[in-house]
């Protein structure tokens, strides 16, 4: 786990039914993600991997997707770009406009052309994502002698440079290797110099720093952020570490069972996290931007499998805060209204900054955590008891227990009387712990 400082700027957001029209931040948005559903048919069930996902990212910006494994971050990458596992992978619905052109619409060569020249990906696997029959070399050169035009001695030059910059020496030696004579951590960042190589507009890097120590992830991270300030190059940053994008980004999407549930600047998310995950999120892992950092406490309970329909906010189950409504009711991302005048106003009609520096803090949650909450990691409210599954609600009932590690409950058996499943100690429901430091 990496110890996490709090960065001092920009946020994303997605479109809600009735709010007043998302504005870019300066300059306009050079991807703009809406309400993308993916889904993967399998034998057993259906998944329900990415629920309506919507983000923006601008030019030389960086955006850290963050969240437990299985949250459906790699997925939504994969979808940006048409690279799902096939037949099994499908894209429901959505739009994911690069730069004017929607990349779910465009023919397979345009897309490939896309692919090659302007939008880069670091796999979150580098072994499968390494042609184990082509040397280093070769690999890393051919985007350059396709699209740059230079001659192979110059690419050569500039494939050892590139080696060099993400911490590999020898780097003219290590051309002529085969990925099978690397280490993980070596093939991870020969991923990163490849992404790099063609200066892309746009980077997509899946857990690029999991399987390196730190002084490299340290070095990588800086190679990523000086191409963001070079080349003006935009950065989708994937974790599940939100110490690693602490530094690197400047704005950040908390994603929890396929749903965006929040979303801020880097700062205001550090600063004043409101949805009961990014709260538990932000006290699993170790602060020094705060003065008297406390003790850590990982998430407790596991994330859906995510095979029902979602209803109701998937959150619910391992959840302190919980109301009634949260059962049935998945609440829209809306902006942040705390800061609003006392008596209060409708977040949904709050104009939104989609992107850019003063990007709004949006949230997806019916009771958000406050300030003193979010310190104390639990309801402070007295009397609060998260509300139990609603009598009857079988699938509530049955989510509560999956996520407390408890055996199902019998079909027999009548479902849980209200206050039967409540846990009264304030916290999140016992279960297996689940340490964002071991996801993934
Ligand atoms: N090929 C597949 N077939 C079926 N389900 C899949 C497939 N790939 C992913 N999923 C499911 O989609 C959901 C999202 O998975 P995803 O890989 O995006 O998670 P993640 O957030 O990237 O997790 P991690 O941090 O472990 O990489 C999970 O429920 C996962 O089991
Ligand atoms: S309070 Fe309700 S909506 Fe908010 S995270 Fe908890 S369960 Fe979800
Ligand atoms: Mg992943």
């Known amino acids: 786990m990496t110890a996490a400082t709090a ?8 479109a809600v039914p009735g709010r007043v029209e998302a504005r870019p931040g300066e300059g306009g948005p050079l991807l703009k993600v809406d309400d993308l559903v993916v889904r993967f048919a399998t034998n057993d069930a259906t998944v329900y991997a990415v629920n309506g996902v919507s983000f923006e990212l601008q030019p030389g910006e960086t955006l850290g997707l963050v969240g437990e494994s299985g949250c459906g971050k790699s997925v939504t990458s994969l979808a940006l770009t048409r690279l799902l596992p096939r037949p099994a992978g499908r894209i429901e619905r959505g739009t994911v406009m690069f730069d004017g052109r ?24 580098p072994l499968t994502s390494l042609n184990p029959v082509l040397n280093i070399g070769t690999q ?15 690419a050569a030059d500039r494939a ?4 060099s910059m993400v911490g590999i020496p020898d780097g003219r030696k290590r051309l002529k290797n085969y990925p099978h004579q690397l280490s993980g951590g070596m093939r991870q960042r020969v991923m990163i110099a490849m992404a790099l190589a063609l200066k892309p507009r746009l980077l997509i890097a899946d857990e690029p720093t999991t399987a390196l120590d730190v002084t490299i992830q340290a070095q990588v991270l ?65 602060r020094i931007d705060v003065d008297t950092p406390s003790e850590l406490h990982p998430i407790e309970g ?59 803090h949006l949230l997806a949650c019916h009771n958000p955590a406050t300030a003193e909450e979010a310190e ?27 996520s407390e ?27 297996p712990a689940t340490s964002i430091e071991g996801a993934s």
Request: hydrophobic residues 40%; negative net charge.
């Open 302 to 360: 596991a994330p859906p499998e995510q095979t029902r329909e979602p209803v109701g906010c998937p959150f619910a189950p391992r959840c302190a805060w919980r109301l009634p409504v949260c059962w049935k009711v998945m609440p829209p991302l809306t902006p942040d209204a705390s800061g609003a005048p006392a008596g209060g106003i409708d977040p949904r009609i709050l104009p939104v900054v989609a992107s850019g520096p003063a990007a709004t």
């Open 7 to 14: 960065a001092t700027t920009p946020s994303a957001s997605r």
């Open 376 to 402: 104390a990691g639990m309801p402070l409210r007295p009397g609060f008891v998260p509300a139990p599954p609603p009598s009857g609600d079988r699938g509530a009932t049955i989510a509560l227990a999956e």
């Open 222 to 286: 800086e190679v990523i952020r000086q191409l963001t300030q070079q080349s003006g190059t935009a950065v989708l940053i994937i974790t599940h570490d939100l110490g690693v994008v602490a530094d690197l980004t400047q704005r950040i999407a908390v994603m929890y069972a396929g749903f965006i549930v929040e979303t801020a600047t880097t700062g205001e998310i550090f600063a004043h996290p409101r949805h009961p995950y990014t709260v538990g999120l932000l006290n699993s892992i170790s």
């Open 140 to 154: 890393l050169t051919e985007g350059m002698l396709v699209h740059e035009g230079i001659t192979r001695a110059e």
């Open 102 to 125: 929607d990349l779910l619409r465009l023919t397979d060569p345009e897309l490939r052309e896309v692919r090659g020249e302007e939008i880069s990906m670091v796999f979150q696997d």
């Open 160 to 163: 050892a440079e590139l080696l």
């Open 405 to 431: 590690g408890a055996p199902l409950p019998d079909e027999s058996v009548a479902p849980a009387a209200d206050g039967d499943a409540a846990p009264t100690n304030g916290r999140p429901p016992r279960g």
